[in-house]
């Protein structure tokens, strides 16, 4: 059974017959919200930013929300390969032990102990991040507005209520509650421009550097309702900022890339690239659009996918599914990564040899 599938949006597959795949080719990579589920691409990330894509020269743009602005963050660490093994192995091993008389942890403990997490992984190697001579990071942020300018114990709640409710509506309505916030890394004095078309939801664009890098990344990870939101961001207009997948869960946005580097290479745990977390329900809203005409999707095949713990991705339910069993936990995880080991196995030998047979439509 083939562990790999390619799917390629219509420009992207054009592309593919004439050239094949290949590093000087990719103009954008993004990394998706989804939590434990970014583990299984670790082989994948590790043979891209390792061994593969430092075979061409040209710039990169990176974006990320959530756990896909941690991958792509520690991407633009010196040995890339090394540093997304650590944070495999740390994003595994973490453990929220449960203060004694608690039944749970609560949204601030839950904080403070991620945000000591980021501080111990990325230390004083903040300014390889931001100083990457090809990689221009972009960490995706979801700043909440009107009832949702401010957080607090009744305001969130019903605020995240509205925001469905006008989601369901339409996305763009989605924007009068929650909006998009891009910490992007600088290019010269200025943000590196975006990779991609903002007319489809209300955006911003800050500069992100060495002030504000902590807080940008714990605000692109901070779940509503299990972390707090981060405040007083530096730069950045006030406000409470949230997890960048709310906005955009699996960044399906209208990217902009070079004709000289035209893909954009998407290391994905499905086919379906979701616009918002608020449209995982809404099915009519997860099929491509032409905004990803230009995307490669490589992702595992849904059927190998079953041959894991518990037939599915590691997922955050195994928080509450293993509680305090820190032991099993990582025993499951860690078996499905290693397993993952063939997706990246898969991945090289089909550069080595593109079978366009195998590349179904996005």
Known sequence: MPALRLYAGPLARQHLERHG?????VGAIPAAAGGPKGLILGPLDRFIFGEWLPRSQQPVDLIGASIGAWRMATACLD???????????DYIGQHFELPQGQKRHTAEQISRQFARNLQVFYGERVEEVLRHPRYRLHIVT??????????????TPLGYLGAYVANAMGRKALGAWLERVVFSSLQGDEPAALPFGTQDFRTRQMPLNAGNFMDALQASCSIPFVLRPVHAIAGAPPGPYWDGGITDYHLHLRYQTPDTAPLVLYPHFQRAVVPGWLDKRWKGRHAASPA?????VVAPDPDWVKTLPHGRLPDRSDFNRYSQNLAARVQAWSAATAAAVRLADEFAQWLERPDLSRVGAL
């Open 142 to 155: 979801s700043r909440g507005r009107h009832v949702l300018s401010r957080d607090g114990a009744l305001r």
């Open 292 to 296: 990803l005409d230009r995307m490669v």
């Open 79 to 89: 040995d890339p390969a090394a540093s997304l093994a650590r944070l495999e192995r």
């Open 21 to 25: 795949l290949r590093p000087q080719d």
